[in-house]
């Protein structure tokens, strides 16, 4: 099944352009690439999971250094 569906997301612009470079120097189309990286990224489930979980843990860590903030501004 090849179908596709068109996702619009936001890149920092830091990856966003090593990707457009690693593109262009390639002579690839940068969705082309962008969907190859993710693609092989997603089959190593391990990886994945991990980055998840790091994603959770930073997000966790990030709400409650907010709410410390706000305490200590009472």
Not at 10 to 27: C, T
Not at 33 to 51: G, I, M, Q, S, T
């Amino acid at each position: 099944m090849n179908r596709s569906r068109r996702t619009v997301i936001e890149v920092r612009d830091d990856l966003h352009s090593e990707i457009r470079k690693l593109a262009l120097l390639n002579d690839i189309r940068i969705y082309e690439l962008a969907n190859a990286v993710l693609e092989d990224f997603l089959k190593d489930n391990e990886r994945a999971n991990a980055l998840i979980k790091r994603l959770r843990l930073q997000r966790s860590v990030t709400k409650l250094n907010v709410r410390q903030e706000k305490r200590k501004g009472r």
